[in-house]
Every structure is written in C-alpha cells, then in structure tokens.
C-alpha cells in the first residue's frame, strides 16, 4: 500500500435537511473504508477525512456529485507512512454527525449563509495578496485557533490567543481585549480556513472594521511558500501525526511546558478528568503526562 493521505474541506452553505446528509455521508465515506470526522449542520459541512489516494478521489467524486457542495475547496495532504500498511490509522474511526454548528463558536444564532457562503465575512487574501498587504501597511495577524496550536507555528509576530477552545475567541471579543485593534488592518488565519469564516463576521458585528481572512488557511499558503515566507514552525492537525511541517528545514518554535526545551510534539493530559493538551518534550512526556506535572 502506498502512503495515507489526508483530505480537509469544508462548504456553508444552507442545508434544509442535515440528518439526509448525515445519512448519505456515512454511507459513502464507510463504502470506501474512509475514516475522519464529518460534520453537518444548518449552515454546511465540515470533514477531514484518511485513506488510501483512489477511495479519497471517488469520495471527492461523489461529494461534488451533490450540487451544493460541487465547488468545495478540498486540501491534500501526505499522510504517516505506517508498517502496519493499516492506512486508515491515521484515524480511529468514522465519524459522521450532525450539530448547531460545523465549528463551535457558540453564537449559531450570530451566523448567517446563503448559496454563496458566509454573509458579511473578511475579506479574503490569497497568500500572495497577504505578501502584498503586509508591504504596504502595518497589519496585524490574528491565530483563530487555540493557545497549543499557536504555541507550535504561527504567523511571525501574530496574536496568538491565550484560549483553549474557539468559544474562548468570542469570550476574547466580547471582553474588549482586542478593541485596540479595531482600526488596524486585521488578518485571521487558521488551519483549513473554516474559524475564520465564523470569526471575521463575529469581529465585523463587534466593531472591527477591516477584516480579513487568509483564504485556504495555513494549509494552502504552506503550500505556496512552505517555511520561506511568514510562517514559522508546524502546523497542529487533527490526526494521528499531530503535527506537519512545509520543508526540510521548518523551525522548532514550540517549548516544553514543563522544561522549555523546544518541542514541537503535543500530548494529551493523562488525568482521564481532563481534556487539556500541551506542548510536551518526549523526555519530560516520558517521566510524566499530566498538565499539572510542572507546577
């Protein structure tokens, strides 16, 4: 078998029926032996998906067969090579569900689609319009995501939000925390690109007034200029590898919560009580897997 890859997606877009699709979903990612996470609500889809390369494009194939969704803007990427050959692994199961919202945020109720999307979101920059932007102003870059993403890439000299949850972000918003920002040029970036989707209307409706998004998130601008732009270290995923990197020479920008040696590899707590992940060096990870294990 040859290596698992890894696809991520996601389409607003309003669905009258999510338990139809729900149904649907599952049946064509289990048919082909996919495993991932697949979400469905109201406003659209959210999916990241593992498997070998022929059932992934038969699976892009048939969800672009469903009209709503033939214009998703799906992202490859290489999975862990693994001696088992199991390349599903990369994956404990599939999960097909349906929720108020496809990211959680909290405000389902704040967001609003239509067939073209998110209404009243950034502005979106290809990474090249970023490049171009930040030569001409004094722009601020913004982490959607949470403080153990951002602790092991980021944005050079981004804000990096101290949260652990995206409900954190609108927490953050509301606290009047970023209000010196409201007349500055403001980028958001996440993974995939969907937080931003959610967050930039969020920000819009709170005063700030120019708002952008990184089209494609860190994914897609890793794949345009990998470590040799403004990004620096890893970036965080949602399966078995935790972590990728866009070179051969991507910067270890991340610290061991409990030593500060530099890290990249991120651990889940050992206390079954709590759900708390941290950056943690193999060494320390190795005498102990508690959050608390530094104190």
Same mark, same amino acid.
């Given at each position: ?6 696809? &991520? ?54 969800? /672009? ?24 692994? &990369? ?62 890439? @980021? ?24 209000? @010196? ?24 409706? /709170? ?86 294990? @530094?104190?």
């Amino acid at each position: 078998m040859g290596t698992p890859k890894v696809i &991520l997606f996601y389409v607003f877009t309003p669905l009258t029926d999510p338990e139809a699709i729900r149904a649907w979903q599952r049946s064509l990612a289990s048919s082909l032996g996919l495993r991932g996470r697949v979400i469905i609500s109201p406003h659209g889809i959210n999916a990241t998906l593992g498997g070998d390369l022929a059932p992934l494009k038969a699976y892009v194939r048939g969800l /672009r067969d469903y009209t709503p969704f033939r214009g998703a803007d799906v992202k490859w990427s290489v999975g862990r090579a693994l001696e088992d050959g199991v390349t599903t692994a &990369l994956f404990p199961r599939l999960s097909v569900k349906v929720r108020d919202e496809v990211v959680t945020f909290g405000r389902p109720e704040e967001l609003e689609v239509d067939e073209q999307g998110v209404v009243g979101g950034g502005q979106r920059l290809t990474p090249a319009q970023l490049h171009e932007l930040v030569e001409r102003e004094d722009v601020v870059m913004v982490d959607g995501r949470n403080a153990v993403e951002g602790a092991v890439g @980021h944005f050079r000299d981004a804000v990096v939000p101290d949260v652990e949850t995206t409900r954190g972000l609108v927490d953050l918003l509301e606290s009047g925390a970023w209000d @010196h920002l409201k007349d500055r040029p403001v980028v958001t970036y996440c993974t995939g690109g969907i937080r931003c989707e959610v967050l930039t209307p969020l920000m819009r409706r /709170r005063g700030f007034e120019r708002v952008y998004q990184l089209d494609g998130g860190i994914a897609r601008y890793g794949e345009a200029y990998g470590d040799d732009g403004l990004w620096e270290g890893s970036m965080y995923v949602f399966d078995d590898r935790t972590t990728v990197d866009f070179s051969d020479h991507t910067a270890v920008v991340g610290r061991c919560d409990a030593c500060e040696t530099a890290s990249k590899d991120v651990v889940d707590c050992a206390d079954l009580a709590c759900v708390r992940r941290m950056v943690r060096c193999s060494a320390c990870a190795a005498v102990d897997h508690r959050c608390d294990a @530094h104190a």
